[in-house]
């Protein structure tokens, strides 16, 4: 369905609120700026950025859905004779090999990263939404295979699949951290995905293949 005048309005509203409040949080820190002084930037009230954001950690990880489903997303989109795992390794590298800024491998993610580090409340979101990403994908996977809730095997090859996210994005973050170069970053992150896929085990690469009967 076509976006109605209203609902681009509301998009639009919401988005310079969050774009406003992400360049507020990078310059002075995320514990340091209010919402009102978010609200006063944005010349917007405060309730106006409660109503769209319900909490100040909101504000900053304003794309969090999309986060958390991603790899679920990779999943149900995997290819006819690809696994669950093999079809996430596959887009991580393509985005990797891109120097993709979905990935961090850009100017100016050094900054993002240490506002992140510098703010608890940051760091304990974070951590619930690598929790939400294993369990959003554990659920998918169920579906998937069909598994029911006495399964573990769903949650096990989930945990193994997240790692492998993880793992890339913190290697990632620590070395834009450190001012490296995305390009030569990107090259590294490539020969750790090699090495990561060598460390799983044949039951984790042949998980969920699609079209297996």
């Known amino acids: 369905?076509?976006?109605?005048?209203?609902?681009?309005?509301k998009r639009e509203t919401r988005q310079r609120i969050s774009d406003i409040a992400t360049g507020l949080f990078l310059e002075h820190g995320f514990v340091t700026v209010t919402i009102a002084e978010v609200a006063e930037a944005a010349d917007?009230?405060?309730?106006?950025?409660?109503?769209?954001?319900?909490?100040?950690?909101?504000?900053?990880f304003d794309r969090s859905a999309g986060v958390v489903d991603q790899l679920s997303r990779w999943v149900r989109a995997r290819e006819e004779g690809e696994s669950a795992a093999r079809a996430v390794l596959r887009e991580l590298r393509a985005e990797v090999e891109a120097v993709s800024p979905r990935v961090g491998?850009?100017?100016?993610?050094?900054?993002f990263m240490r506002v992140i580090h510098e703010a608890p409340p940051l760091r304990s979101r974070l951590w619930s939404m690598q929790q939400e990403i294993h369990d959003h994908l554990e659920s998918t996977l169920r579906d998937e295979v069909g598994a029911d809730d006495s399964d573990p095997l769903p949650g096990l090859i989930a945990g193994q699949v997240a790692w492998i996210h993880q793992t890339v994005f913190v290697h990632i973050g620590r070395e834009m951290v450190a001012g490296r170069n995305p390009g030569?970053?990107?090259?590294?992150?490539?020969?750790?995905?090699?090495?990561?896929?060598?460390?799983?085990?044949?039951?984790?690469?042949?998980?969920a293949v699609r079209g297996a009967s």
């Open 184 to 207: 030569k970053v990107s090259r590294e992150v490539l020969v750790l995905l090699d090495d990561i896929e060598e460390l799983l085990s044949e039951k984790v690469l042949n998980y």
């Open 44 to 60: 917007v009230s405060v309730n106006t950025v409660y109503n769209y954001f319900p909490a100040k950690e909101d504000l900053f």
């Open 1 to 9: 369905m076509a976006e109605g005048l209203r609902e681009r309005k």
């Open 105 to 111: 491998l850009m100017a100016g993610y050094d900054r």
